[in-house]
Nanobody, 124 residues
């Protein structure tokens, strides 16, 4: 099992920045890939970004490309999502997720492990 705990959400004005963190614990020997997803109430959970175990296999949703940066520090068992130039439409609950498939995927059903989520609110 892998446990994930997100932090760093909050309220920010449009144009501002936030960095979300994801603490990874448990069976990290499975070399989990990490993903970030977000969800608005009543809507589908959508892919934001993903990064492979070695820091490769990085992909972003088109809606965040150029504004968000995904990274990780395996020595600290941490994942990060740096969010710049935030827009009101970025408002959502953000989730960290993990899988051990060894592939790059944006499909949420392939992510076996999930955090509890952290709220990000961007005011206009």
């Amino acid at each position: 099992q892998v446990q994930l705990v997100e932090s760093g959400g909050g309220l920010v004005q449009a144009g501002g920045s936030l960095t979300l963190s994801c603490a990874v614990s448990g069976r990290t020997v499975i070399r989990p890939s990490l993903g970030w997803f977000r969800q608005l109430a009543g809507k589908e959970r959508e892919f934001v970004a993903t990064i492979g175990w070695s820091g490769d296999k990085i992909y972003y949703a088109d809606s965040v490309k150029g504004r968000f940066t995904v990274s990780r520090d395996n020595n600290k068992n941490m994942g990060y999502l740096q969010m710049n130039s935030l827009k009101p439409e970025d408002t959502a609950v953000y989730y960290c997720a993990a899988h051990s498939l060894g592939i790059a995927t944006t499909d949420k059903v392939r992510f076996r492990y999930w955090g509890q989520g952290t709220q990000v609110t961007v005011s206009s």
